[in-house]
Nanobody, 124 residues
């Protein structure tokens, strides 16, 4: 499956952005999905995940209460609503998809498919 992330940009601290991740296949609903980010010089960081049905979501403590993950299987699209953005949220944001056993929602290694990334820059 091919993933296309979009919605990044420049925003002031305290502002909001909504990222989208659109899949190329109608089998999108078969995959568990997630958002990660990577800042310069840092490792890829888990942000949030959503199960294939949308029934389960998981969020990292660093973004809990500020970022909300959701999906619309009819549109083959996943979203990340980001509120109360901080300069330290500046990074390239990636969406990921995976399926199969031994589900580990926060591990990048579990996800097989990745989008190209979209840059989010938060100014102070």
């Amino acid at each position: 499956v091919q993933l296309q992330a979009s919605g990044g940009g420049l925003v002031q601290a305290g502002g909001s952005l909504r990222l989208s991740c659109t899949a190329s296949e109608r089998t999108f609903g078969n995959y568990n999905m997630a958002w990660f980010r990577q800042a310069p010089g840092k490792e890829r960081e888990f942000l949030a995940a959503v199960s294939w049905s949308g029934g389960y979501t998981y969020s990292a403590d660093s973004v809990k209460g500020r970022f909300t993950i959701s999906r619309d299987n009819a549109k083959s699209t996943m979203y990340l609503q980001m509120d109360s953005l901080k300069p330290e949220d500046t990074a390239v944001y990636y969406c990921a998809a995976g399926s199969g056993p031994h589900y580990d929602h926060s591990s990048p290694r579990w996800y097989r498919y990745w989008g190209q990334g979209t840059l989010v820059t938060v100014s102070s």
